[in-house]
């Protein structure tokens, strides 16, 4: 377990952001990004509630935006080191970020993307 304000967390998230190429961001639609204290059940380190991209028609409009959730205390719960956090905190974003453009749990696994 690593100890770690959720300021200094934050600033992490951040920094795992800043590493995904503009020709990324540049397609995100509707989508907030947030750190959370606890997941809604152990062991769960990021969460993306909404509608992928792929998914969207032409009625897709006046909605709520989607959610990315990563959970602080959880991912501090599993690391080892402070590296081992900010490691973790990088594969988790980039993880949920490709659950909003359509990639499914199992193509992530095969990518290398836990």
């Known amino acids: 377990m690593v100890e770690l304000s ?11 952001l800043d590493t995904i190429p503009e020709d990324l961001t ?3 639609d509707n989508v907030v990004i947030t750190v959370a204290e606890s997941p809604p059940e152990p062991g769960l380190l ?7 991209l792929t998914e969207r028609g032409d009625g897709y409009f006046g909605v709520l935006p989607d959610q990315i959730s990563i ?3 959880e991912i501090c719960q599993v690391c080892a080191t402070p590296d081992d956090v ?5 594969v988790t974003v980039v993880h ?4 909003h453009f359509g ?4 193509r992530l696994h095969e990518l290398g993307w836990g």
């Open 6 to 16: 959720r300021a200094r967390f934050e600033e992490l998230v951040a920094d795992a």
């Open 26 to 28: 540049g397609y995100m």
């Open 46 to 52: 990021g969460l993306y509630e909404g509608v992928p």
């Open 71 to 73: 959970y602080w205390r």
């Open 86 to 90: 900010v490691e973790q905190v990088r």
């Open 96 to 99: 949920e970020i490709a659950h």
């Open 103 to 106: 990639i499914d749990d199992d």
